[in-house]
DNA sequence: TTGAAAGCGCTAACAC
DNA sequence: GTGTTAGCGCTTTCAA
């Protein structure tokens, strides 16, 4: 009943300053237009009245909300939170907010989301990991500004980030042949995923470079999850012989499978070594501590905020392609290979 | 120069289709309104033309565009991101979206998020663990539908959600006590976090339930984070006199701090027991496993999700507090103690 | 430098 | 049932 709840418009600031609801506009949004007196006048004003503009009305008019979407196939998964941390900092600061999507590790759900999503109310997107094919970018990006971060869908003209995982398998592979191992496997992930199916190519091929084999039965496909991982270490352990190594698509595969070795009463890494891929700050605090590929997760989501915003800027500039390292970081979980007689 | 992607608008549709740009407002909203020839008619016309309506527009008319603010303490926080991904669930179900943000593990930071969320643009809020004080949390309140989930803030009349810390306690407690331990510390949290400070004591008043002490040196603050466990470890380590067992007050802390046990060469559980809290998918695959207190993340999310969406629809219905079970999970991380002569 | 007024695309009375 | 029209709250010409 007191009254002072009622809604305030920039009309309500306007007649309350005494000026037209474009001058308040205008110090909103061009003060430099408006006379000096008059402009703190209308902020004072809008102090009083604890005015704040409608982001609605405003979108309506500009055809910009200030939202960027960002679409991860799994929230809960650490490397996907800390890429979406890291853009949503950048974005804040440029004054944009952030709209969350979540495959749920669901191509069916992945592709719907890109159907239905509120393209009128985003300004761009923003793509992690994304599974969809290289059509289903090029048409996202006829409507929207977009941004893939994660594997790259090489030959069409949008703007990617991904890592370098030619280099990236290069070092691995390279790290352990120079340890003295010839025998590796590889826990690649999910064969749903365009991700993993890439990097059982890209370790193949690195292992012929070396001139070391792979065979089939030492690429495994496993969920990209703690369970995935124990699971595809299960199948390998049933296989009678067992590799010098094995690597894994992500630290929490190979925290997954280091888990099944242990249990089944291998010695990591006398026993057999295991590497993981991401190094997440778990990679530090497991035991044993695991070595792992570092994934600079934190400047992927910068970058991609950077990128999604120029976009933004100017929709025509030629398509940014970066591509950023992996480096291997060395820690408990590897050793030589110990020399059993048989 | 194609001409064919002008922007498609009601009106468009509404020309199209030979009838009035309400009849097909009707036919999104009301379709029941509408006669079944014209309505499929109407329905056709917007497939040929792939119209979708402008949710600034319709937002902007009926002063809602259907999105939910969630708030979090930091997204790569997986107990964190369990939430939020329940949440977003239920939330999509109902066709609402997601605007996330992120305190940064920051007060100053999240008080900052209560005081310029955007309250126009969503419907309502969801805050995750908040830090803030009840007169915030009032504040809050009155602008917008606000559910809270994490600890309560006793005594406001908001939707609430929290776990049943102090059922959990005594569960832990008792769990340890019954297998002999006597000495208990507590890694409890940041002082600088309403949960952290609240389960300190709640974990003191537990102890001397049993009839225990907890003495100061043996409650130590952290950082919730691995490196916080595997600090707030090396302290205890420095103290000399080791405790039996070592209570976290979250599973990255636990984890932390069993690292640092490791490294010290303790042997855990038999030299020393610890427990975890939240029961984390990494909970079962650290070694040694890690007894942990559940934490229903998932529960946590969809309740909100329901919670926020209920408020929104009757904004006087009289506030719901949910209360949610913790339960002790054993592993291997915690045995009796040994019986050591000193 | 300022104001008047025409949108932005949709919804919801209100009238027919 | 359906169409007309007045908003929703802001930006942005266009004139003055």
Same mark, same amino acid.
């Given at each position: 009943m007191g009254g002072t709840d009622k809604k305030k418009t920039i009309d309500t600031v306007a007649r309350k300053a005494g000026v037209s609801v474009s001058t308040v506009s205008r110090?909103? !949004?061009?003060?430099?237009?408006?006379? &000096?007196d008059k402009r703190l006048r209308v902020l004072k004003v809008m102090e009083e009245l604890e005015y704040s503009p409608s982001p609605l009305a405003r979108g309506l008019a500009t055809d910009s909300l200030g939202l960027i979407g960002i679409i991860v196939p799994n929230i809960t998964n650490q490397a996907n939170a800390r890429i979406v941390y890291a853009a949503m900092d950048r974005l804040e600061k440029k004054g944009m907010g952030v709209m969350l999507f979540d495959a749920r590790e669901d191509l069916e759900r992945e592709l719907t989301i890109y159907?239905?999503?509120?393209?009128?109310?985003?300004d761009g997107v923003i793509v992690i990991f994304g599974n969809g094919e290289e059509e289903d970018y090029t048409r996202l990006a006829e409507d929207l500004p977009l941004v893939l971060a994660g594997p790259p869908a090489v030959g069409i003209p949008?703007?990617?980030?991904?890592?370098?995982?030619?280099?990236?398998?290069? !070092?691995?592979?390279?790290?352990?042949? &120079?340890?003295?191992?010839?025998?590796?496997?590889?826990l690649y992930g999910s064969d749903k995923t365009k991700g993993g199916v890439r990097r059982k190519n890209l370790f193949k091929r690195t292992m012929e470079d070396f001139g070391l084999k792979a065979p089939g039965h030492h690429l495994l496909n496993c969920p990209w999850t703690l369970e995935g991982g124990y699971e595809g270490a299960a199948r390998l352990l049933k296989q009678g012989e067992l590799p010098g190594a094995v690597i894994s698509s992500?630290?929490?595969?190979?925290?997954g499978a280091m888990r099944r070795f242990q249990e089944y009463g291998l010695h990591i890494p006398s026993d057999i070594s295991v590497a993981g891929f991401d190094n997440s700050p778990m990679a530090r605090f497991v035991t044993p501590s695991l070595t792992s590929l570092d994934f600079p997760?934190?400047?992927m989501g910068e970058e991609a905020a950077e990128l999604i915003i120029?976009?933004?800027?100017?929709?025509?500039?030629?398509?940014a392609r970066i591509i950023l390292p992996l480096e291997v970081v060395s820690r408990e979980s590897t050793a030589p290979p110990e020399k059993h007689s048989g």
């Amino acid at each position: 009943m007191g009254g002072t709840d009622k809604k305030k418009t920039i009309d309500t600031v306007a007649r309350k300053a005494g000026v037209s609801v474009s001058t308040v506009s205008r110090v909103m !949004n061009n003060p430099e237009m408006v006379k &000096e007196d008059k402009r703190l006048r209308v902020l004072k004003v809008m102090e009083e009245l604890e005015y704040s503009p409608s982001p609605l009305a405003r979108g309506l008019a500009t055809d910009s909300l200030g939202l960027i979407g960002i679409i991860v196939p799994n929230i809960t998964n650490q490397a996907n939170a800390r890429i979406v941390y890291a853009a949503m900092d950048r974005l804040e600061k440029k004054g944009m907010g952030v709209m969350l999507f979540d495959a749920r590790e669901d191509l069916e759900r992945e592709l719907t989301i890109y159907r239905t999503l509120p393209k009128k109310m985003i300004d761009g997107v923003i793509v992690i990991f994304g599974n969809g094919e290289e059509e289903d970018y090029t048409r996202l990006a006829e409507d929207l500004p977009l941004v893939l971060a994660g594997p790259p869908a090489v030959g069409i003209p949008v703007d990617q980030l991904s890592s370098n995982e030619g280099q990236g398998f290069q !070092n691995l592979v390279q790290y352990f042949y &120079e340890m003295g191992h010839r025998d590796i496997a590889f826990l690649y992930g999910s064969d749903k995923t365009k991700g993993g199916v890439r990097r059982k190519n890209l370790f193949k091929r690195t292992m012929e470079d070396f001139g070391l084999k792979a065979p089939g039965h030492h690429l495994l496909n496993c969920p990209w999850t703690l369970e995935g991982g124990y699971e595809g270490a299960a199948r390998l352990l049933k296989q009678g012989e067992l590799p010098g190594a094995v690597i894994s698509s992500s630290d929490q595969i190979a925290i997954g499978a280091m888990r099944r070795f242990q249990e089944y009463g291998l010695h990591i890494p006398s026993d057999i070594s295991v590497a993981g891929f991401d190094n997440s700050p778990m990679a530090r605090f497991v035991t044993p501590s695991l070595t792992s590929l570092d994934f600079p997760h934190s400047r992927m989501g910068e970058e991609a905020a950077e990128l999604i915003i120029r976009r933004i800027q100017n929709r025509k500039k030629t398509p940014a392609r970066i591509i950023l390292p992996l480096e291997v970081v060395s820690r408990e979980s590897t050793a030589p290979p110990e020399k059993h007689s048989g």
